[in-house]
């Protein structure tokens, strides 16, 4: 019986070795009959526990190591579709690069054309401002010129007027009886009745100025009255400034020199002045066609031009300070006049 027993047990045991024996990294000793025969029941059941334990050993290793095979294949696809993804981004990297490029190429070409149209531009500029600049150089002779020529006429207006007096504050239609002519002669005899007399005062001409009268205009035209000689002109005004008051049958008239416009603004241009020295005892007089003349610490002074009164002014500090705001007025005034050109 214990023969059998063992045969029995030995069939088991090679039973049970045959499993494992395809495994390739089993470290189990393989076994001769005879020898299995002559183990011990203890060595028997040693050797099976041995051969469970590496049964279970390589059961695990192989779920190990298809869990690493699983692991790596899903590590593989996500390296594979991140190599995908990787491509595709790289293409589409290389698309933009591709497009930038182009688009700055363009926008050298683009740049480049800027800067020609600018360099054309420029020229365009630099000719239009020398057009312009010849322009304001033109304009500027041109507006010299006009002065010149205003000066010019201005002048033989002077020089025509030259005998020429001009009575103001004759009511108009007061002519109807003796004319203009015997008018002024009225005016001579009832003012200064020593030059009435005087036979070479002889009067060329007589007329109103402007030829047509304007209702809605308030004050009488002027009367122009041209003499024959300048001197007579001029005998007739001293005699008028020296009586100061002179008149039409008792109605106070005004007896002035006749002068061009442009001559006329240059002698008003003076007044302010002149009465400011006027206040001041200075016996300012606007002489002939429009120079301000006045007396300066016993001498007579005579300027031509409110620049050349001011650099003399500037000379001398009580005259200075008497015509200090009206010399800065007329420089305001000039501004303003300047400005609105």
């Known amino acids: 019986m214990p023969n059998n027993k063992r045969k029995n047990q030995g069939n088991k045991n090679k039973e049970v070795t045959m499993k494992p024996s395809n495994e390739k990294d089993t470290p189990i000793q393989d076994y001769e009959d005879d020898d ?3 183990m011990q029941e203890a060595d028997l059941k040693k050797l099976i526990r041995t ?19 699983e692991n790596l294949s899903r ?16 293409q589409q990297e290389t698309g933009i690069v591709t497009e930038v490029k182009n ?42 010129e006009i002065r010149n020529l205003k000066h010019i006429v201005g002048n033989l207006q002077d020089t025509i007027k030259k005998p020429n007096i001009r009575v103001l504050g004759v009511p108009e239609g007061m002519e109807r009886e003796k004319g203009l002519e015997g008018l002024f002669s009225e005016i001579l005899a009832e003012n200064f009745p020593g030059l009435e007399k005087d036979r070479e ?8 100025t402007p030829n047509k009268h304007d209702q809605k205009r308030s004050s009488p035209r ?23 008051q002179v008149t039409l049958r008792g109605s106070l008239i005004r007896l002035t020199a ?49 620049q050349k009164l001011k650099e003399f002014v500037a000379t001398r500090p009580a005259l200075q300070k008497m015509l200090k705001d009206v010399l800065h007025t007329e420089t305001k005034k000039h501004g303003y006049q300047y400005e609105r050109r």
Not at 51 to 69: F, P, V
Not at 76 to 90: A, D, F, P, S, Y
Not at 279 to 302: D, H, M, W
């Open 36 to 38: 299995i025969e002559e």
């Open 51 to 69: 051969l469970r334990s590496s049964q279970k050993q390589i059961l695990e290793l192989q779920k190990s190591l298809m869990d690493k095979i």
């Open 75 to 90: 590590e593989n696809e996500i390296l594979r579709r991140n190599q995908n993804e990787m491509k595709q981004l790289v």
């Open 103 to 144: 688009s700055i190429d363009q926008m050298k070409n683009t740049i480049e054309s800027l800067k020609n149209r600018m360099g054309e531009a420029e020229e365009r500029i630099s000719d239009l401002e020398d057009r312009e600049q010849e322009r304001i150089q033109s304009d500027q002779r041109k507006e010299e």
């Open 201 to 208: 005062i002889l009067v060329q001409e007589a007329h109103r």
């Open 222 to 244: 002027h009367v122009v009255i041209k003499l024959s000689t300048v001197k007579h002109k001029e005998k007739i005004l001293k005699c008028a400034r020296e009586k100061r």
């Open 258 to 306: 006749d002068f061009s416009s442009e001559t006329l603004q240059a002698r008003r241009e003076w007044r302010d002045i002149a009465q400011v020295l006027r206040e001041n005892n200075c016996q300012p007089r606007i002489l002939y066609p429009a120079k301000l003349s006045f007396v300066n610490e016993g001498e007579i002074k005579t300027f031509h031009s409110k």
